[in-house]
């Protein structure tokens, strides 16, 4: 049995897949039911989350932990100790010591795990860069008050509820990920206009920040009324246009009179790539996608959420054959591992590079 100290869900997952394990997860308690079983024995229904994911794990009668779990109100910051394999039911725990987090560790949890929090850092400041590179000031300023005013909430968005991206923070990778595609695009197709579809990958999924946010203290992401009844792209639509007043507003517009193309062109423009981000109207976009950044932008979108599909199926699905794992949705088939790239040859002896 391998032994083992602090872990994730998602890391404890893939370590149960191969074998009983011990470990311990911090983690918190986003839902817990008590069912029973078709000989009516009680039984609890948990799941718990972290930064990375969530675990289901069914708890029976008879175990001791039974009565501590049934006894936590639900968003319990917990520690999870013991010893872990995958079975029928999913993920099962065999002499699990459940206690309540002290602050300090709750504190570092909420901050999320040490390689996932460096990334999503990482993410962001790519983003500011991207952003303080931009050539049209308007659209620069844009940008510059959107992550002033809401920076923070970016940090706590998740780009979709299950599929990609569905964590604390997903926005800001998917995001990132979109941008640092969209300059590759760009250096590729330099007709087009980079500026405005950097800031489209920005604000495609703005009013996910409304519809998709984490609270600052949990990691269950809930339903609002707003994100029901409009939608994340009549949000971001919204958000935009309360933006671009501000920016208006600031004593150096009045140098952006002069500029070509007009500014309420640029607004318009970026509106379009919002509303069309979808590429479809049954897909929930009020307009197709009708100029080449809007098109680029549908595209950059579907290859930025897709790839991070494969990326999850790679970590969480089960084998079915060497190199073969089981399907995930929404993906329409089970996935094969990608072929590795060639490393550059790097010869050595006399003839090695100095």
């Known amino acids: 049995m391998a032994r083992m100290e602090q872990v994730s869900l998602m890391e404890l997952g893939k ?3 191969e074998g009983q394990v011990e470990a311990e997860v911090f983690a918190q308690i986003s839902q817990c039911a008590q069912k029973l079983t078709k000989s009516n024995k009680p039984y609890l229904d948990v799941t718990f ?5 969530s675990m289901g794990l069914k708890v029976w009668e008879d175990k001791p932990w039974f009565r501590v779990l049934a006894s936590l109100p639900l968003r319990s910051f917990v520690s999870l100790r013991g010893q872990w394999t995958k079975g029928s039911f999913g993920m099962e725990a065999a002499d699990l010591d459940v206690r309540l987090l002290e602050e300090a560790e ?3 949890f909420l901050a999320g795990s040490g390689t996932l929090k460096k990334k999503q850092e990482a993410d962001l400041k790519e983003i500011c860069v991207l952003i303080k590179n931009m050539n049209d000031p308007r659209i620069r300023a844009l940008c510059v008050e959107f992550i002033e005013q809401f920076g923070e909430r970016l940090q706590r968005a998740a780009a979709a509820r299950t599929y990609h991206h569905a964590r604390r923070g997903g926005l800001v990778e998917h995001v990132a990920g979109m941008m640092r595609t969209a300059s ?6 330099p007709e087009l206009n980079r500026d405005l579809l950097l800031a489209g990958c920005l604000f495609h999924d703005c009013g996910k920040l409304w519809e998709n946010c984490y609270p600052k203290e949990d990691f269950t992401m809930p339903y609002s009324e707003a994100g029901e009844l409009l939608g994340h792209i009549p949000l971001g639509i919204e958000l935009v246009n309360n933006l671009w007043k501000r920016i208006m507003a ?5 140098s952006w009179k002069t500029l070509d193309p007009p500014s309420p062109d640029v607004r318009m423009h970026l509106l379009h790539l919002i509303a069309s981000h ?7 976009s009020p307009v197709f996608p009708k100029t080449p950044e809007a098109v680029a932008l549908h595209y950059i979108d579907n290859l930025d959420a897709k790839l991070e599909m494969f990326r999850s199926a790679y970590e969480t699905s089960e084998a079915l054959a060497p190199k073969v794992l089981q399907r995930k949705a929404p993906l329409p088939a089970n996935v094969v591992l990608p072929l590795p790239s060639v490393l550059p040859f790097i010869p050595d002896g006399p003839d090695a590079m100095p």
């Open 49 to 53: 989350a972290d930064a990375e994911g």
């Open 184 to 189: 590759a695009v760009c250096q590729a197709n």
């Open 278 to 284: 979808h590429g479809e109207l049954a897909f929930g």
């Open 106 to 108: 709750k504190e570092s």
């Open 15 to 17: 370590l149960a897949a």
């Open 250 to 254: 600031l004593p150096e517009a009045d």
